[in-house]
Protein backbone atom coordinates (compact mmCIF):
# COMPACT_ATOMS: atom_id res chain seq x y z
CA UNK A 1 0.00 0.00 0.00
CA UNK A 2 1.02 3.23 -1.07
CA UNK A 3 1.72 6.19 1.61
CA UNK A 4 -1.51 8.96 1.42
CA UNK A 5 -0.10 11.81 1.03
CA UNK A 6 -0.80 15.05 2.60
CA UNK A 7 -3.52 17.35 1.28
CA UNK A 8 -3.32 21.08 1.81
CA UNK A 9 -6.50 22.90 3.38
CA UNK A 10 -6.18 24.90 0.32
CA UNK A 11 -6.24 21.98 -2.28
CA UNK A 12 -9.10 20.68 -0.11
CA UNK A 13 -11.45 23.50 -0.54
CA UNK A 14 -10.74 23.86 -3.77
CA UNK A 15 -12.46 20.62 -4.36
CA UNK A 16 -15.44 21.07 -2.54
CA UNK A 17 -15.97 24.98 -4.96
CA UNK A 18 -17.71 25.00 -7.80
CA UNK A 19 -16.03 24.25 -11.06
CA UNK A 20 -14.77 27.54 -13.34
CA UNK A 21 -16.66 26.57 -15.87
CA UNK A 22 -20.03 26.62 -13.25
CA UNK A 23 -18.08 30.06 -11.60
CA UNK A 24 -18.32 31.66 -15.38
CA UNK A 25 -21.73 30.95 -15.78
CA UNK A 26 -22.58 32.24 -12.23
CA UNK A 27 -20.71 35.57 -12.78
CA UNK A 28 -22.57 35.91 -16.47
CA UNK A 29 -25.71 35.24 -14.80
CA UNK A 30 -24.60 37.83 -11.89
CA UNK A 31 -23.48 40.53 -14.60
CA UNK A 32 -26.89 39.83 -16.94
CA UNK A 33 -28.75 40.87 -13.69
CA UNK A 34 -26.98 43.88 -12.57
CA UNK A 35 -27.39 45.22 -15.96
CA UNK A 36 -30.79 45.16 -16.06
CA UNK A 37 -31.35 46.56 -12.78
CA UNK A 38 -28.84 49.07 -14.19
CA UNK A 39 -31.08 49.77 -17.52
CA UNK A 40 -34.69 49.58 -15.45
CA UNK A 41 -33.41 52.18 -12.34
CA UNK A 42 -31.74 54.67 -15.40
CA UNK A 43 -34.93 54.79 -17.15
CA UNK A 44 -36.57 55.66 -13.54
CA UNK A 45 -34.26 58.36 -13.32
CA UNK A 46 -34.50 59.51 -16.50
CA UNK A 47 -38.34 59.49 -15.94
CA UNK A 48 -38.35 61.54 -13.33
CA UNK A 49 -36.33 64.42 -14.13
CA UNK A 50 -33.09 63.82 -12.79
CA UNK A 51 -29.98 65.12 -14.28
CA UNK A 52 -29.05 61.68 -15.33
CA UNK A 53 -25.50 61.92 -17.53
CA UNK A 54 -24.33 63.68 -14.50
CA UNK A 55 -25.11 61.33 -11.79
CA UNK A 56 -23.15 59.14 -14.14
CA UNK A 57 -20.69 61.03 -14.62
CA UNK A 58 -20.03 62.05 -11.27
CA UNK A 59 -20.06 58.07 -10.41
CA UNK A 60 -17.72 57.54 -13.23
CA UNK A 61 -15.24 60.15 -11.81
CA UNK A 62 -15.73 58.59 -8.25
CA UNK A 63 -15.28 55.58 -9.22
CA UNK A 64 -11.92 55.94 -11.15
CA UNK A 65 -10.56 57.98 -8.54
CA UNK A 66 -11.25 54.77 -6.27
CA UNK A 67 -9.50 52.34 -8.57
CA UNK A 68 -6.86 54.67 -8.99
CA UNK A 69 -6.38 54.92 -5.12
CA UNK A 70 -6.68 50.96 -4.78
CA UNK A 71 -3.78 50.75 -7.42
CA UNK A 72 -1.68 53.37 -5.95
CA UNK A 73 -2.30 52.08 -2.31
CA UNK A 74 -1.67 48.00 -3.37
CA UNK A 75 1.17 49.02 -5.71
CA UNK A 76 0.13 46.90 -8.44
CA UNK A 77 2.03 46.98 -11.58
CA UNK A 78 1.11 48.83 -14.23
CA UNK A 79 0.84 46.77 -17.83
CA UNK A 80 3.72 47.03 -19.97
CA UNK A 81 3.90 49.30 -22.44
CA UNK A 82 3.20 46.72 -25.63
CA UNK A 83 -0.02 45.68 -23.62
CA UNK A 84 -1.44 49.08 -23.20
CA UNK A 85 -3.27 49.25 -26.25
CA UNK A 86 -5.27 46.27 -25.17
CA UNK A 87 -6.21 48.15 -21.69
CA UNK A 88 -7.20 51.41 -23.65
CA UNK A 89 -9.07 48.95 -26.84
CA UNK A 90 -11.01 47.44 -23.70
CA UNK A 91 -12.21 50.44 -21.65
CA UNK A 92 -13.05 52.28 -24.36
CA UNK A 93 -15.26 49.38 -26.06
CA UNK A 94 -16.75 48.47 -22.91
CA UNK A 95 -17.49 52.11 -22.51
CA UNK A 96 -19.33 52.46 -25.59
CA UNK A 97 -21.23 49.54 -24.87
CA UNK A 98 -22.62 50.72 -21.67
CA UNK A 99 -23.66 53.80 -22.96
CA UNK A 100 -25.06 52.84 -26.45
CA UNK A 101 -27.20 50.46 -23.99
CA UNK A 102 -28.06 52.99 -21.85
CA UNK A 103 -29.35 55.38 -24.24
CA UNK A 104 -31.51 52.55 -25.88
CA UNK A 105 -33.31 52.22 -22.84
CA UNK A 106 -33.57 55.64 -23.06
CA UNK A 107 -35.20 56.26 -25.91
CA UNK A 108 -37.22 53.62 -25.46
CA UNK A 109 -36.11 49.54 -26.00
CA UNK A 110 -37.46 47.33 -22.98
CA UNK A 111 -34.29 46.05 -21.08
Do not use: N
Not at 17 to 26: A, D, F, N, P, Q
Not at 54 to 59: K, Q
Amino acid sequence: LAPKLPISRSTEIRRQMVSTEMCGILLMMASGFCVTIDMVTSRMIEDSGWPYWYLVSGTCLVATAACLLFIYVSKTAWPEQKDMKWVIARSLLESLHWHSTILAVIIGAAP
